[in-house]
């Protein structure tokens, strides 16, 4: 097993592109069973398989209420993992499938998931103007907070699309009452990424003096670069036992992870997109029908709960999070 090969095409900054590297090259720290086990924090995005960023060009939007919705059987799924588990994760909800499925929003909460805002219709931020960005993430917050009756405080972007050019985004955050934040992905990518950015959870301080809590998805240097240790296209990708060892590696540095994963993706039978490059097939259709019983595993093998819980264990004391300012930005509205 030593020698498996390691097909790593998923991310351009990687060096060894689209060339297998063997695991023992980037497994090479031993690490001891005995380490102190952070609650790492466990994060799902509830959009449907025809929402995601990639198939954008193939599926026109206006066509998304006549395609058939799989996203509740598919959350279910997940609830009843999570439950047998007893674990709390992170629901990142798009106020386009509240307003489709109110029931599972609720069911999520009376689970005792924490129910967070994953926008409204999806839409990359830096596609958006500043006044649509607030528009569009207010309305979703309503949504949900009507759903639940609870104040929604945590947020994630559609495909992490926080980056260099739309961090006047975190400032509107900030406005719209939220105070946690998990968009940035610390690496480069063609579609999101904020490469050099913060690699563990930090207080962001923005130009009007506010703060939010930025939990960023979690990366590790091997073999040169930052490797996504976060779930998603990387863990269908990667071989299970390379996921754990690089999450292990994290908490063995005192840290807790972010893991991530879409319903869809513990869908082998949904419906196949038609018109996408070969690229954009393989990383959304690479692996789904392992993704059940890998994400099984993961649960057995770290401890998990909410964003907010995995903040609260790791961090009692915010005060003594590192502060970062990423440098100063103008509302582009302004
Ligand atoms: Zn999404």
Redesign the pocket.
Same mark, same amino acid.
């Given at each position: 097993m030593a020698t498996a090969g390691l097909k790593l095409d998923d991310n351009k900054s990687l060096p060894f592109t689209p060339n297998s590297v063997k695991l023992s090259a980037i497994m090479t720290q031993r690490i001891p069973d005995n380490i102190v086990r952070p609650l790492n924090a466990l994060t799902f995005?509830v959009?449907d398989y025809f929402?995601?960023?990639a198939f954008d060009a193939a599926i026109d939007r206006n066509s998304w209420d006549r395609l058939p919705l799989r996203v509740e059987k598919n959350t279910l799924l997940l609830l009843e993992l999570l439950a047998r588990h007893q674990v709390k994760a992170t629901f990142?909800i798009?106020g386009w499938i509240a307003e489709k499925v109110p029931g599972l929003v609720r069911e999520i909460a009376e689970c005792g998931h924490e129910v967070a805002c994953?926008g409204y219709g /999806?839409k990359l931020v830096y596609h958006q103007s500043p006044q649509e960005f607030r528009d569009e993430t207010r309305r979703s917050k309503r949504i949900l907070e009507e759903l639940i009756q609870a104040p929604v405080s945590s947020y994630?972007a559609?495909?992490y699309s926080i980056t260099r050019e739309s961090l006047w985004a975190l400032e509107i955050l900030a406005e719209e009452g939220f105070t946690t934040d998990s968009s940035i992905f610390p690496i480069r990518h063609d579609r999101y990424g904020l490469k050099g950015g913060p690699r563990q959870p930090h207080l962001v301080r923005l130009p009007s003096g506010r703060q939010l809590l930025e939990f960023p998805i979690s990366t590790i240097r091997a073999l040169g670069v930052y490797l996504p240790v976060s779930g998603g296209g990387y863990f269908r990708l990667y071989p299970y036992r390379l996921s754990r060892y690089l999450a292990r590696r994290i908490n063995a540095g005192g840290q807790p992870f972010v893991f991530y994963l /879409?319903p869809w993706e513990l869908d082998p039978e949904q419906p196949r997109i038609e018109n996408v490059g070969p690229l954009t097939r393989f990383r959304h259709y690479n692996n789904l029908r392992r993704c059940h019983a890998r994400l099984n595993r993961l649960l057995c093998d770290f401890s998990f709960s909410t964003v907010s819980e995995s903040i609260r264990a790791d961090y009692p004391d915010l005060d003594r999070l590192p502060v970062h300012c990423y440098g100063e930005y103008r509302l582009a509205s302004a």
């Amino acid at each position: 097993m030593a020698t498996a090969g390691l097909k790593l095409d998923d991310n351009k900054s990687l060096p060894f592109t689209p060339n297998s590297v063997k695991l023992s090259a980037i497994m090479t720290q031993r690490i001891p069973d005995n380490i102190v086990r952070p609650l790492n924090a466990l994060t799902f995005d509830v959009e449907d398989y025809f929402q995601v960023a990639a198939f954008d060009a193939a599926i026109d939007r206006n066509s998304w209420d006549r395609l058939p919705l799989r996203v509740e059987k598919n959350t279910l799924l997940l609830l009843e993992l999570l439950a047998r588990h007893q674990v709390k994760a992170t629901f990142y909800i798009l106020g386009w499938i509240a307003e489709k499925v109110p029931g599972l929003v609720r069911e999520i909460a009376e689970c005792g998931h924490e129910v967070a805002c994953h926008g409204y219709g /999806h839409k990359l931020v830096y596609h958006q103007s500043p006044q649509e960005f607030r528009d569009e993430t207010r309305r979703s917050k309503r949504i949900l907070e009507e759903l639940i009756q609870a104040p929604v405080s945590s947020y994630r972007a559609a495909s992490y699309s926080i980056t260099r050019e739309s961090l006047w985004a975190l400032e509107i955050l900030a406005e719209e009452g939220f105070t946690t934040d998990s968009s940035i992905f610390p690496i480069r990518h063609d579609r999101y990424g904020l490469k050099g950015g913060p690699r563990q959870p930090h207080l962001v301080r923005l130009p009007s003096g506010r703060q939010l809590l930025e939990f960023p998805i979690s990366t590790i240097r091997a073999l040169g670069v930052y490797l996504p240790v976060s779930g998603g296209g990387y863990f269908r990708l990667y071989p299970y036992r390379l996921s754990r060892y690089l999450a292990r590696r994290i908490n063995a540095g005192g840290q807790p992870f972010v893991f991530y994963l /879409h319903p869809w993706e513990l869908d082998p039978e949904q419906p196949r997109i038609e018109n996408v490059g070969p690229l954009t097939r393989f990383r959304h259709y690479n692996n789904l029908r392992r993704c059940h019983a890998r994400l099984n595993r993961l649960l057995c093998d770290f401890s998990f709960s909410t964003v907010s819980e995995s903040i609260r264990a790791d961090y009692p004391d915010l005060d003594r999070l590192p502060v970062h300012c990423y440098g100063e930005y103008r509302l582009a509205s302004a």
